[in-house]
Nanobody, 123 residues
Framework: QLIESGGGTVQAGASLRLSCAAS????????LAWFRQAPGKEREFVAT????????YYADSVNGRFTIARDNAKNTGHLQMNALKPEDTAVYYC??????????????????WGQGTQVTVSS
């Protein structure tokens, strides 16, 4: 239902753009979020954006480097990642949450997940 793409292996300082496509849901009914999970670590919040795209919110670790966006007409979301660091290495997941439930940075509050896309940043 959610399909992430755009991951890859890059050197530190490079950029990547992740995409999240919804195949069976209308994204405009949902807030969109990105999480990531590094080996041996819990899934952590990266960024979220409300249904209209007007209110993005970022984890401190990526604020100023990552940009979350969405295109409701195309039923897709994106995460532009600039100035990548080795510590950004993880599997990145997109998820959605009904807009009326409000903002959450907890992965346990999200019930719908894609399969993830691997991002590897070498030093």
């Amino acid at each position: 239902q959610l399909i992430e793409s755009g991951g890859g292996t890059v050197q530190a300082g490079a950029s990547l753009r992740l995409s999240c496509a919804a195949s069976t849901r209308t994204l405009s009914d949902f807030a969109l979020a990105w999480f990531r999970q590094a080996p041996g670590k819990e899934r952590e919040f990266v960024a979220t954006i409300n249904w209209s795209g007007s209110y993005p919110y970022y984890a401190d670790s990526v604020n100023g480097r990552f940009t979350i966006a969405r295109d409701n007409a195309k039923n897709t979301g994106h995460l532009q990642m600039n100035a990548l660091k080795p510590e950004d290495t993880a599997v990145y997941y997109c998820s959605v949450r009904r807009s009326y439930l409000g903002f959450s940075g907890r992965s346990s509050d999200y019930k719908i997940w894609g399969q993830g896309t691997q991002v590897t940043v070498s030093s």
